[in-house]
């Protein structure tokens, strides 16, 4: 099982690091002669060249790969790159920068199959969007790190707040969401939480009791 990784910068270079460990050939794609170097001293088979292109995706193996990730810190090159891979029957999986507006997230959102953003959970949503989605395949990516999912009750002191709204400061981060009974996607800033809504989030261990509190209420 093969992957591609579009930029070796901070994330992608974490995220072809999770996947070699874990027995996944990566090959990683960039333009940078510094990332070139520090993928190719990793040990990573590196093709040099802009990750948009598609000749150049072409030659890192996308017509044998099972996903692609692009995590430049291009949304642009990034989007171009997962074009590229859907056309080749890969998954597709961008990063896309903190400050995008709704409009563009939800055009991305509908082309990809995935839209990750690094300030919520960076290298950790690359690899479990990449493998598909599935939580069970996350391990702890960074000491001190946890995962976890939890369902919100009726009295839940997060109800009706948007996510951009729950204060969760540096304990934890919302990864994902999904209504009773529907798959959890990563969501919206301006999504709002439901009873019976389920989130899934990562938080530092220290801190897990106090998340707990934040979103579920003192009981």
């Known amino acids: 099982m093969s992957f591609v990784v579009v930029g070796y910068g901070r994330v992608g270079a974490r995220t072809a690091q999770i996947l070699e ?10 333009n940078d002669p510094d990332k070139i ?3 190719d001293n990793a040990g ?22 099972v996903a692609l990730g692009g995590l430049t810190d291009d949304p642009t090159v990034n989007f171009a790159a997962c074009l590229t891979g859907k056309q080749h029957g890969c998954r597709v999986v961008m990063r896309i920068s903190e400050d995008i507006n709704s409009n563009v997230y ?38 001190g790190l946890s995962l976890t ?28 969401h999904g209504r009773a009974n529907e798959p959890m996607t990563i969501p ?11 989130l899934a989030l990562v938080v530092e261990q220290n801190n897990l009791i106090e998340v707990r509190q934040t979103l579920m209420g003192d009981n």
């Open 149 to 176: 999912s939890l369902s919100v009750p009726v009295d839940a002191p997060i109800i009706d707040q948007t996510v951009n709204e729950i204060e969760l400061g540096d304990h934890g981060r919302i990864y994902a």
């Open 44 to 65: 990573f088979d590196v093709i040099e060249g802009d990750g948009s292109n598609a000749s150049v995706l072409k030659q890192a193996g996308i017509d044998e790969a």
């Open 37 to 39: 170097t520090h993928a």
């Open 106 to 143: 939800e055009q991305y959102e509908s082309d990809v199959d995935d839209v990750i953003d690094p300030e919520r959970l960076g290298a950790a949503g690359a690899k479990t969007a990449l493998l598909g989605g599935n939580f069970n395949v996350l391990d702890e990516l960074t000491e």
């Open 188 to 198: 919206l800033p301006a999504t709002i939480i439901k009873s019976g809504d389920r």
């Open 21 to 30: 460990t874990d027995g996944y050939n990566v090959v990683v794609v960039d």
